[in-house]
């Protein structure tokens, strides 16, 4: 793992798979996903998530950006957040592809107590296939995605990215 210091509370963290390209399988829609944590072992935890990720029917990694750890917002009482993007295929329309992300917290032991709580694994799905959507339950792009560095930093860093 190697860590650089961008500035005050912001480190880049590289590893093995972070960044990293991976090979397409074809799959009809593409999207970026968030990806975060600050409880326990967050960048292993990331490493097993790309394995589980990369062996998912229903969707595909084609790249990963490095990693950006930085300070918690909103519930500032809590350890700092490791942040990156993953950008995949999948065939999984937006609102599926959601329910099918938050499953994946939960295999992850992702406990929701409160807005901005600590957690294990965040998945937020920030764009799919350069479509604006407005749902009660899901709106994208991300609406608050240009105001965090923990996206835009990851996401300009992301191989072979759409954006």
């Known amino acids: 793992m190697i860590e650089r210091r961008l500035s005050s509370?912001?480190?880049?963290?590289?590893?093995?798979?972070?960044p990293g390209l991976f090979p397409g399988r074809g799959l009809p829609h593409r999207a970026v996903v968030g990806i975060g944590g600050n409880l326990g072992d967050v960048v292993r935890r990331f490493e097993r998530l790309l394995v589980h990720l990369r062996r998912d029917p229903l969707?595909?990694?084609l790249s990963a950006s490095a990693l950006l750890q930085n300070p918690p917002f909103g519930y500032a009482d809590q350890p700092d957040?490791?942040?990156?993007?993953?950008?995949i295929e999948t065939t999984l329309p937006p609102r599926a592809l959601m329910r099918h992300l938050l499953r994946i917290e939960r295999?992850?032991?992702?406990?929701?107590?409160?807005?901005?709580?600590?957690?294990?694994?965040?998945?937020?799905l920030l764009f799919y296939d350069r479509r604006q959507l407005d749902y009660p339950?899901?709106?994208?792009?991300h609406p608050h995605?240009?105001?965090?560095?923990?996206?835009?930093i990851?996401?300009?860093?992301?191989?072979?990215?759409?954006?």
């Open 9 to 18: 509370g912001l480190v880049l963290i590289r590893t093995g798979q972070f």
């Open 145 to 152: 995605w240009r105001e965090r560095e923990s996206v835009v």
């Open 59 to 61: 969707l595909n990694v």
């Open 81 to 87: 957040f490791i942040n990156g993007v993953l950008l």
């Open 107 to 124: 295999r992850f032991r992702r406990v929701r107590t409160f807005a901005n709580a600590p957690r294990t694994l965040d998945l937020d």
């Open 137 to 141: 339950d899901l709106t994208v792009p």
């Open 154 to 163: 990851p996401l300009s860093l992301l191989p072979g990215r759409t954006r």
